[in-house]
């Protein structure tokens, strides 16, 4: 069991976070602390003029609101939203807080990851704790 999980929640169609949820509660030990993250990327500077004004912010609001009522679900849950590249990002907050495991979800592999690598295989080649891979 574990004390200290970090859950990476991705909002597209490719993921679906509440299957690491689930195992995060199963693997999580009483009173372990359960921290979601949602890393927001840069937008590229050609696609910031084709999108509506405001549109980020009301973006990162919806965003919010979805980890507050997820993380609630936890005895200690807690939740964050940082921007940046998600592999880096997801671990180093595993390391400012601690984590002793990280839940993340994966799609299934496609022919570029096998030359560039996606989030989640960057996370486990790369962080220093446990790491779950829920397809």
Request: glycine share 6%; aromatic share 6%.
């Amino acid at each position: 069991m574990y004390s200290n999980i970090l859950v990476p929640v991705a909002f597209d169609d490719e993921h679906n976070p509440d299957a690491a949820l689930n195992v995060a509660r199963a693997l999580a030990s009483d009173g372990a602390r359960v921290t979601l993250l949602h890393v927001m990327e840069d937008v590229p500077a050609y696609a910031i003029s084709y999108m509506p004004e405001g549109y980020a912010d009301e973006l990162r609001k919806a965003i919010e609101r979805d980890l507050k009522s997820r993380a609630a679900e936890f005895d200690n849950g807690a939740w964050a939203i940082v921007e940046g590249q998600a592999g880096h990002e997801i671990l180093s907050c595993a390391e400012e807080i601690g984590a002793d495991c990280i839940v993340i979800a994966s799609h299934r592999p496609g022919f570029g990851d096998y030359l560039i690598g996606s989030t989640a295989s960057r996370v486990v080649r790369h962080a220093k704790c446990a790491v779950m891979v829920m397809r």
